[in-house]
């Protein structure tokens, strides 16, 4: 019974919905209107050819730090492959292009030569990671923008710490109910009673 009860509760911690968002359709590159990532998505995958423009909600209020993954291996063919940009974030809607309470950079860079021969080498990597750090004062919404330097498609991931739900409340326990007794049961116990008073007055006699 303490087993079912703590995967329940445990199950009830889990954010509502979580789940990946991917850009199947191009996210929005209005700096005045971005793209609203629904509560409880636990993951962004996006492709980084222009402008994106985010709005995430249900995030985990305070500091912490959000997570990026590009990758250029689904494009790659040979030579030199190079392609970066901007990731700006605010607490509060962007007031203009490049409004931001933080950004960092990111970059991906790879060079292969001699495919298929004795002398192939290569240098750089086809992956690389980026984070932002809020701060304590962060609320659980951000507004986020992904620039490019260039059209170069790179695909990217974005890993959302989620707000934690409290746990769901245990449904009341109930008392039995009072069993009614029937009226023949009372006649019968009224009856039984008298016999005994009439037996007692009988041996004081």
């Known amino acids: 019974m303490r087993t079912v ?82 990731i700006l974030y605010s607490y509060t809607p962007f007031q203009w292009g490049w409004d ?7 970059q991906v860079s790879y060079n292969s030569w001699n495919v298929g021969t004795p002398w192939f080498g290569q240098s750089g990597a086809l992956t690389s990671t980026a984070s932002l750090t809020l701060n304590d004062a962060f609320l659980g919404t951000l507004y986020l923008a992904i620039v490019p330097w260039n059209a170069t498609p790179l695909a990217y991931t974005i890993d959302l710490p989620m707000a934690v739900a409290a746990p769901a409340p245990l449904p009341p326990t109930e008392s039995p109910a009072n069993v ?19 037996s007692g007055r009988r041996k004081r006699a």
């Open 5 to 86: 009860l703590a995967a329940a509760l445990a199950f009830a911690a889990l954010p509502v919905g979580a789940a990946t968002v991917t850009e199947t359709t191009d996210f929005s590159s209005d700096w005045f209107n971005p793209t609203a990532i629904a509560s409880g998505t636990s993951q962004v995958s996006g492709t980084a050819s222009d402008l994106d423009v985010l709005l995430l909600t249900g995030l985990k209020a305070g500091a912490q730090t959000l997570a990026f993954g590009f990758s250029g291996a689904s494009i790659y063919t040979s030579g030199n492959l190079t392609a970066g940009g901007a």
């Open 100 to 106: 931001n309470d933080g950004m960092t950079n990111y």
């Open 180 to 198: 009614p007794v029937p009226a023949a049961g009372l006649l019968l116990g009224a009856a039984l009673a008298l016999a005994g008073v009439a």
